[in-house]
């Protein structure tokens, strides 16, 4: 596929809904030049959330595992699991939990490599140390000690996926092929069309 037809996968999570930031965040990404191309409002059952995590299959589970055992040993802390697969399994049910608490936005962007700019502007996976600039370091402050506090998810607005393989399989989770709207906008042709045809008269 064209770099410039890259699609990636963005759900605004319940906690982006309730704090009323769906506009704010549609913007951020609108305004960098992406093109929104699906979107809805649903309310996920735990088993739509676990199927959509599990994309990544088991290698994700061992990562985000390694993750967040890797995030107890920076603490000083002893992890509560006995291996990395056993704490992505605890993650997930917890992600199960928290994108089923509510109504959440799913969207599909389409841009120029649409996958690593939207992570690159909604910012690292634990809000208090996202980057200034992005949307979970601008909109948010949840930690991973306050996650695991109350034996939680990290609450940080926005899944957003994270390779192109990944968000063609997530896209296919979410949305039936004739949901995904094909059209151009006008700011298309000054982005991408080489001579800046169509501006003199
Ligand atoms: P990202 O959403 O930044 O791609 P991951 O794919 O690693 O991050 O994890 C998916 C989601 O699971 C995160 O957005 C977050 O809500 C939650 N999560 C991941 N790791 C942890 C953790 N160690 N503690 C609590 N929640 C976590």
């Not at 995590?53 to 390694?66: F, I, K, Q």
């Not at 199960?96 to 799913?106: E, H, K, L, T, W």
Request: contains cysteine; charged residues 25%; negative net charge.
């Amino acid at each position: 596929m064209e770099a410039t037809k890259e699609r990636t996968l963005v759900i605004i999570k319940p906690d982006g809904v309730q704090r009323s930031l769906i506009g704010e965040i549609v913007k951020r990404y609108e305004q960098v030049g992406l093109k929104l191309i699906g979107i809805k409002m649903v309310i996920p059952t735990p088993e739509m959330a676990q199927a959509h995590y599990m994309v990544g299959g088991e290698e994700w589970l061992t990562s985000v595992g390694e993750k967040a055992m890797a995030s107890y040993e920076k603490k000083g802390e002893k992890s509560p699991f006995a291996t990395p697969r056993e704490c992505g399994q605890a993650v997930l049910n917890r992600n199960a939990r928290y994108m089923s608490a509510g109504p959440v936005v799913v969207m599909i962007w389409q841009g120029n490599r649409a996958v690593p700019l939207v992570r690159k502007m909604t910012g690292g996976t634990e809000p208090l140390s996202s980057d200034v600039g992005t949307i979970r370091g601008d909109f948010t402050l949840d930690s991973y000690a306050l996650a695991d506090l109350g034996e939680r998810s990290v609450r940080n607005l926005i899944h957003a996926s994270g390779e192109v393989s990944e968000a063609e399989k997530e896209i296919a989770i979410w949305f039936k092929p004739e949901e995904i709207l094909s059209y151009r906008l006008i700011a298309d042709e000054i982005l991408y069309d080489i001579n800046l045809d169509g501006i003199l008269e």
